[in-house]
């Protein structure tokens, strides 16, 4: 069983409308929320990152959650499992890691429990004044789909990582230190006027057109000369795969109205159907809910 069917479990036995998106949005309160956790040797090896690595990416994937939800993120809270083996100068350096990142963004508490391997789970709490929150759902025929950022470099890195490669670094970088798009999030939120689509790329570019197209209802149509890449991926003969489905660049993909669209990078428009039509040259792609899921990383 997948990820997503659990998901789909649990909102239908809590009959639940604030399920869905990667944030859940608390009007009644003003803020969005979200949780994420990553468990060592699933999410990641100490072989590969260094502590502060660690804390920096840890909070870095959910303050992504929190900017594709379009609110301004505020606040963290960290609860860390730890082997006994671990030492007061790691947890020194996973918090360095997540200050670095967070810029403005307040650690306010958390848990610390002994386990056998590093588990680490963040709640990030984001501010809704001021800005229209987004949802997967709210994609409309004939809105425009902007990115943020490069596509495919963190999935290259991780690649790397995996086979003992240490160059291009730039490559590994993205993997393990990856930027939260807040700027981007905030210029939309703060001037867009009717419902839109918004989610991070965690997931890879391909789920999160996926996700957008079957709860909206379209069908996401994309040039691919139009996607911004790192253009040293051509090293792997898969490089268009590493763009579409690498995953974890965490960069913000949006379906916006015509007027917004213009001052981003556009690489297509959301049409009538279903699924994600992918243009390369005179090829055209279809790839349905399905087809992408069957390439997708699962953690089960």
């Known amino acids: 069983m997948k990820e997503k069917e659990f998901i789909n479990i649990i909102k239908s036995t809590l009959n639940s409308g604030l399920i869905g998106d990667d ?47 379009g609110a301004e993120p505020k606040y963290l809270t960290i609860a860390l499992s730890l082997p006994s083996s671990i030492s007061g100068e790691f947890v020194e350096e996973f918090y360095k890691g997540v200050k670095a990142v967070s810029r403005g963004v307040e650690v306010v508490g958390g848990d610390i429990t002994g386990s056998d391997k590093i588990f680490i789970s963040v709640t990030a709490i984001g501010k809704s004044e001021g800005r229209r929150i987004s949802s997967r759902k709210s994609a409309k025929i004939g809105h425009k789909i902007i990115v943020s950022g490069e596509h495919g470099a963190s999935g290259a890195g991780l690649r790397l990582l995996i086979g003992k490669q240490r160059e291009p670094e730039k490559f590994i970088t993205a993997h393990l230190m990856p930027t939260p798009q807040d700027e981007f999030s905030k210029q939309i939120a703060q001037n867009i006027k009717e419902d839109y689509a918004m989610m991070d790329t965690s997931d890879g570019l391909i789920d999160a057109l996926s996700q957008i197209s079957d709860a909206s209802g379209g069908n996401l149509f994309i040039d691919f000369e139009k996607i911004p890449f790192d253009k040293d991926l051509k090293i792997f003969r898969d490089y268009k795969d590493l763009i579409f489905f690498g995953g974890e660049d965490y960069q913000l993909v949006a379906t916006v109205p015509e007027e917004i669209a213009e001052n981003f990078t556009v690489i297509g428009e959301v049409r009538e159907g279903s699924g994600v039509t992918v243009k390369t040259g005179d090829l055209v792609e279809e790839f349905s809910k399905e087809d992408v899921e069957k390439k997708l990383f699962n953690h089960f």
């Open 23 to 69: 944030c859940a949005y608390l009007k009644d309160l003003g803020i969005t929320i979200t949780q994420d956790s990553l468990i060592e040797d699933i999410h990641f090896k100490t072989d590969f990152a260094t502590p502060f690595q660690l804390g920096w990416k840890s909070a870095a994937v959910n303050i992504s959650d929190i900017c594709a939800s």
